[in-house]
């Protein structure tokens, strides 16, 4: 089971660049999420991996074929990949069965008997035994999806491609078939590249992430990594909340904006760069002003008010106006409130969880 | 190197020559002559004051056409998409005949109708009146758009009620809550809404006007005008000045060029319209005491384009004396026997008619087919010069185009001239832009992923073509194979100018006949003709599920 390397990847449509100098691998097995906004390239660079556009630079990889360049592509019909596509791309003069078999067909080896064996076999697999005749319109949006993916699998690609699979769906559906492409993720191994702009979709089924912005790569990783280590503002506000705060480095460790100073995680920074400072709301803590208090070691100790504060069922969002300062931070906290809109409080930023971010965008 | 870019390069040269050969031909001849290039032939054509007036009377003609059509098409449209009008379904049937009815038939049956001696409706008015003179004499200027504009005015219906489909009445129900009154909100709102498509209508209904042959020959000749389509004709009489006929189709080809571009500019900017259109629901407008004058004065207005003629041309081919009363003795199947047994141009000529109507669909379609493919999927590197090309003969007028044609291939290499090929090529090219259209749509309709997912699990792409898209474009292609059919079956323009005695198609035959006064089997042809029209009509309505005028129910 080989992986898959990009090389510097290229593509443009006219002037513009879809994608630009994007270099990324997927290990054998491994499922990796693009993730990214709408028009930041995903679908671009799933559909050069496939062999349906031809890149500007850089190269596409498998195992030891190299299956693109700027000078040959070999034709997505001879790269044994399978892809689910967005509008799931059944054919609707074929029955669930036609269209399932559809790949094997070219298959020499893969007898009639055998083609409808495994065809069968697939269908159970995802859940659809006794829909064989039925034609994809006569099908529910998740049937639909069920098919799409048995199609793919059936054929066992070396690489299977999925571009926003799910999004067609509605929330509860999305949410169980998240669950379910990890399950078969898992049951079959296949080395896959999946694209979303769905952050939670992405962490729920992907072992890495990467995160594309404006046709690049900025930060890949498992989604622990992500969320715990952002390396630039985008990433940090793309993948969960996150409270920013822009300043300037004033010591290795330390980030200062206005009167406000902050121990950071890094003891690396360079005096008078520019920094901004990514801090998770449920990192901080927060206590009435009254209570004691115990600064420790590489603890941030901040005064404010609380400007306001939202029941959000499972946990309390404040907005807490920094004392000296025109920084307001999220905080959440769980319910129930601790606190009322105009109070004083204390609020407790351990330095670890005040991450620099240093990279530009 | 991809095993299929031959075919798609074969499809686009076959384009190019289509095109580019007569027009070609057309200017090259305009402008030369035996010691050189010249400007001879236009100063000539453009001195001539009675050039000059066909030149005017084409102008008149096709800007009251346009009026008259917008008149007609405009109320018509709203009132079968906005209102409760009754008989809704069978005005959107009689619009399609009318839409579907070759003009020429038309107009002959109007002489029939509303000759100033002979004409039915006149008679009548005289034992009515007990007058000596006539009620209306359709050998007039006002007689000839009239009768243009009743088979015309079809194409604004179908652009009106195709946009007024697309605006949501919500858009319009916001207007009415705000305060404004029902024909306020008409003005403000929807009205705006239509007027490029009310614009764009009328430019396409001077467009036909400007390149309809048949209708002024039946009118306007024996009127004592010419137009300039019934003009260039006349240059190909012995004889034939075929440099005058070509510079004279110059400026033909330049207003055409001219109008299409404003129209889509027009249509271009259009669409606002279609933003509020998805989902929202229409609620059909009371129209109160109006609704049966409403439908009075539709079914008034189908009468002269659709009841009134096809009745008069079924009475004359029962009938031995057409304006004599359908009684006893003057009933007779003698009309059929003449046209179809006895009549010696006849039976070749259903013949010839039936071939190329077959043959040209089939190549159309197939050639419509592959470069709205080609197009659509961005195969081959200028694919929008083929878009272009393929749309390109709308601004060729038949008649024009038969001057190309006649000039390109009564030459070496080709010596077409005087076999069938020569009004294949022609009907091909000039069938080319609605063949395309269609299939252009048809594509649009097939999602590219759908080719995708085959090719991604193993099928390449001529099978993928084979295997996927082609059932699924299958019934749109047989739709443009009808839209095709039709279209060349009726087909007058350029055949009266390409045809040579073994070469008669039905058309030219019934103008044979008209010039022989031979009523009765002009109707029996007439009749014939509308009979496949009508056939292919709700063969295409089959296949397609749905009327072929508009957007998706
Ligand atoms: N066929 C195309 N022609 C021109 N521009 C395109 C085409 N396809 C995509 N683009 C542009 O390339 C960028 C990336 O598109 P895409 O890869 O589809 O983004 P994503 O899938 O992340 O939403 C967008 O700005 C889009 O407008
Ligand atoms: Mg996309």
Same mark, same amino acid.
């Given at each position: 089971?080989?992986?898959?390397?990009?090389?510097?990847?290229?593509? !443009?449509?006219?002037?513009?660049?879809?994608? &630009?100098?994007?270099?990324?691998?997927?290990?054998?097995? &491994?499922?990796?999420?693009?993730?990214?906004?709408?028009?930041?390239?995903?679908?671009?660079?799933?559909?050069?991996?496939?062999?349906?556009?031809?890149?500007?630079?850089?190269?596409?990889?498998?195992?030891?074929?190299?299956?693109?360049?700027?000078?040959?592509?070999?034709?997505?019909?001879?790269?044994?990949?399978?892809?689910?596509?967005?509008?799931?791309?059944?054919?609707?003069?074929?029955?669930?069965?036609?269209?399932?078999?559809?790949?094997?067909r070219f298959k020499q080896e893969v007898s009639r008997a055998e083609r409808e064996r495994r065809v069968r076999e697939i269908l159970k697999v995802v859940h659809l035994e006794g829909f064989e005749s039925r034609y994809p319109g006569e099908l529910s949006g998740g049937q639909q999806q069920r098919v799409a993916v048995a199609r793919s699998l059936v054929v066992e690609p070396e690489i299977l491609l999925l571009d926003e699979p799910l999004s067609n769906l509605d929330a509860?559906?999305?949410? &169980?078939?998240?669950?379910?492409? !990890? !399950?078969?993720?898992?049951?079959?191994?296949?080395?896959?590249?999946?694209?979303?702009?769905?952050?939670?979709?992405?962490?729920?089924?992907s072992d890495r992430i990467a995160v594309l912005y404006r046709g690049r790569l900025v930060q890949i990783g498992t989604a622990h990594q992500l969320f715990e280590q952002p390396r630039t503002r985008f990433v940090a506000d793309f993948i969960g909340k996150t409270n920013l705060i822009d300043g300037v480095a004033a010591a290795p460790d330390r980030v200062a904006r206005g009167g406000l100073s902050l121990r950071?995680?890094?003891?690396?920074?360079?005096?008078?760069?520019?920094?901004?400072?990514?801090?998770?709301?449920?990192?901080?803590?927060?206590?009435?002003?009254?209570?004691?208090?115990?600064?420790?070691?590489?603890?941030n100790v901040l005064r404010g008010t609380v400007q306001r504060t939202s029941y959000l069922g499972d946990a309390i969002d404040y907005q807490v106006q920094v004392d000296g300062s025109d920084v307001v931070l999220r905080v959440a906290g769980p319910p129930p409130a601790a606190v009322r809109a105009g109070q004083e409080v204390t609020l407790t930023l351990p330095a670890a969880a005040c991450v620099p971010l240093t990279d530009s965008d | 190197m991809d095993r299929s870019i031959p075919?798609?390069?074969? *499809?686009?040269?076959?384009?190019?020559?289509?095109?580019?050969?007569?027009?070609?031909?057309?200017?090259? %001849?305009?402008?030369?002559? #035996?010691?050189?290039?010249?400007?001879?032939?236009?100063?000539?054509?453009?001195?001539?004051?009675?050039?000059?007036?066909?030149?005017?009377?084409?102008?008149?003609?096709?800007?009251? %056409?346009?009026? *008259?059509?917008? *008149?007609?098409?405009?109320?018509? *449209?709203?009132?079968?998409?906005?209102?409760?009008?009754?008989?809704?379904?069978?005005?959107?049937?009689?619009?399609?005949?009318?839409? %579907?009815?070759?003009?020429?038939?038309?107009?002959?049956?109007?002489?029939?109708?509303?000759?100033?001696?002979?004409?039915?409706?006149?008679?009548?008015?005289r034992n009515l009146s007990g007058a000596d003179d006539a009620l209306v004499n359709i050998f007039t200027m006002p007689g000839l758009i009239f009768v243009?504009?009743?088979?015309?005015?079809?194409?604004?219906?179908?652009?009106?009620?195709?946009?007024?489909?697309?605006?949501?009445?919500?858009?319009? #129900?916001?207007?009415?809550?705000?305060?404004?009154?029902?024909?306020?909100v008409a003005a403000t709102v929807t009205l705006p809404m239509v007027a490029p498509a009310i614009l764009s209508g009328f430019i396409l209904a001077v467009l036909q006007a400007l390149a309809l042959f048949g209708s002024p020959a039946i009118l306007a000749l024996p009127a004592g005008f010419h137009t300039i389509t019934t003009q260039i004709w006349s240059f190909f009489h012995y004889p034939p000045k075929v440099e005058m006929a070509a510079a004279f189709s110059i400026p033909l080809l330049l207003a055409t060029a001219l109008l299409l571009q404003v129209q889509k500019r027009l249509l271009g900017r259009r669409g606002y319209a279609s933003i509020g259109g998805k989902g929202g629901r229409r609620r059909a407008i009371p129209l109160g005491l109006w609704r049966?004058?409403?439908?009075?004065?539709?079914?008034?207005?189908l009468a002269c384009a659709i009841f009134l003629p096809y009745g008069v041309l079924a009475k004359a081919a029962l009938s031995r004396a057409w304006a004599q009363p359908l009684t006893w003795d003057n009933l007779t199947l003698a009309n059929f026997t003449f046209t179809f047994f006895e009549y010696s141009a006849t039976q070749s000529a259903v013949l010839n008619t039936l071939e190329l109507g077959v043959m040209t669909a089939t190549v159309g379609a197939g050639l419509a087919a592959l470069l709205a493919y080609v197009t659509n999927r961005r195969l081959i590197i200028g694919h929008q010069v083929l878009a272009f090309l393929a749309l390109a003969p709308?601004?060729?007028?038949?008649?024009?185009?038969?001057?190309?044609?006649?000039?390109?291939?009564?030459?070496?290499?080709?010596?077409?001239?005087?076999?069938?090929?020569?009004?294949?090529?022609?009907?091909?090219?000039?069938?080319?832009?609605?063949?395309?259209?269609?299939?252009?749509?048809?594509?649009?309709?097939?999602?590219?992923?759908? #080719?995708?997912?085959?090719?991604?699990?193993?099928?390449?792409?001529?099978?993928?073509?084979?295997?996927?898209?082609?059932?699924?474009?299958?019934?749109?292609?047989?739709?443009?194979?009808?839209?095709?059919?039709?279209?060349?079956?009726?087909e007058l323009s350029a055949s009266i100018i390409l045809f040579t005695p073994?070469?008669? %198609?039905?058309?030219?035959?019934?103008?044979?006949?008209?010039? #022989?006064?031979q009523f009765g089997p002009i109707a029996v042809l007439g009749l014939f003709m509308l009979a496949m029209t009508f056939g292919t009509v709700v063969l295409m309505q089959r296949v397609l599920g749905r009327d072929f005028m508009g957007a998706k129910e």
């Open positions: 089971m080989p992986g898959v390397i990009v090389k510097e990847l290229t593509k !443009r449509y006219g002037e513009v660049a879809a994608v &630009e100098g994007l270099s990324l691998e997927v290990k054998p097995r &491994e499922l990796v999420a693009l993730l990214g906004p709408s028009g930041c390239g995903k679908t671009t660079t799933l559909r050069v991996v496939a062999g349906f556009l031809r890149p500007e630079a850089g190269e596409i990889w498998v195992g030891d074929r190299c299956l693109s360049s700027p000078s040959a592509v070999v034709p997505p019909e001879r790269r044994r990949m399978a892809m689910i596509f967005q509008s799931y791309a059944l054919w609707p003069h074929m029955t669930v069965a036609q269209n399932v078999a559809y790949g094997l509860n559906l999305r949410e &169980e078939m998240r669950f379910e492409i !990890r !399950r078969l993720h898992e049951a079959f191994g296949i080395t896959t590249l999946y694209v979303t702009h769905d952050q939670a979709e992405a962490m729920v089924i950071v995680a890094s003891a690396s920074l360079k005096p008078g760069a520019a920094v901004t400072v990514s801090i998770r709301p449920h990192e901080i803590a927060l206590a009435p002003a009254s209570s004691p208090r115990t600064p420790g070691e590489g603890v | 075919v798609w390069v074969a *499809a686009a040269l076959a384009l190019v020559v289509l095109m580019a050969l007569p027009l070609g031909w057309i200017g090259w %001849v305009s402008v030369s002559s #035996e010691s050189g290039p010249t400007l001879a032939h236009y100063a000539t054509v453009f001195q001539d004051p009675q050039l000059q007036k066909a030149l005017w009377n084409t102008v008149v003609m096709a800007f009251w %056409v346009g009026l *008259a059509s917008v *008149a007609l098409g405009a109320p018509m *449209a709203w009132l079968t998409a906005r209102t409760d009008l009754p008989g809704q379904t069978l005005i959107r049937g009689l619009i399609m005949a009318s839409f %579907v009815t070759p003009p020429f038939l038309g107009a002959f049956a109007w002489v029939m109708l509303a000759g100033p001696n002979a004409g039915l409706l006149n008679k009548l008015y243009v504009a009743i088979y015309t005015f079809p194409y604004v219906y179908i652009m009106i009620a195709n946009t007024l489909a697309l605006i949501a009445s919500d858009l319009e #129900e916001a207007a009415a809550i705000l305060g404004a009154g029902r024909l306020r049966y004058p409403a439908l009075g004065g539709c079914l008034a207005l709308i601004v060729i007028p038949g008649v024009v185009l038969a001057v190309g044609l006649f000039i390109a291939y009564t030459r070496p290499p080709l010596l077409l001239y005087g076999t069938l090929w020569i009004l294949f090529v022609a009907y091909v090219t000039k069938e080319m832009p609605v063949g395309y259209s269609q299939a252009d749509a048809t594509f649009k309709g097939v999602h590219p992923e759908l #080719e995708d997912a085959g090719r991604i699990l193993g099928a390449g792409r001529l099978r993928v073509l084979g295997e996927i898209t082609a059932p699924l474009a299958r019934s749109g292609i047989i739709a443009t194979w009808c839209f095709i059919f039709i279209g060349v079956i009726r073994a070469t008669k %198609v039905i058309s030219v035959v019934i103008f044979d006949l008209k010039e #022989e006064g």
